[in-house]
């Protein structure tokens, strides 16, 4: 979500977890229900953005949706830019 600070992003995320959790789906004659979880990470100083690469955004995203998943599932984890599992930005 370009241009968007990590708390609007999370506030997407959030919405859009509880909106699949809530919607039944038939498959196979049968009525089941989906979960996501979401990893969220950004810059909310956008002057930062030149000093990180937006690989490095997506691998704390991805970061933080590990920890959602080991965390239980159905949830949304956010956090700071991350460099080898190290914060970087707060």
């Known amino acids: 979500l370009p241009l968007t600070p990590v708390s609007g992003a999370m506030h997407v995320a959030e919405r859009l977890r509880k909106a699949i959790a809530e919607q039944l789906f038939s498959f196979r004659g049968e009525t089941v229900s989906v979960t996501v979880s979401f990893g969220v990470s950004g810059i909310d100083d956008w002057l930062e953005l030149a000093s990180v ?4 955004i997506l691998n704390s995203a991805d970061s ?6 080991n965390g239980g599932r ?12 190290k914060k970087i930005m707060s």
């Not at 933080?64 to 998943?69: D, E, H, M, N």
Request: proline share 5%; net charge neutral; hydrophobic share 30%.
């Open 53 to 56: 690469s937006h690989e490095t």
């Open 64 to 69: 933080y949706l590990y920890q959602a998943k």
């Open 74 to 85: 159905n949830q949304c984890v956010s956090g700071p830019v991350m460099v080898s599992a």
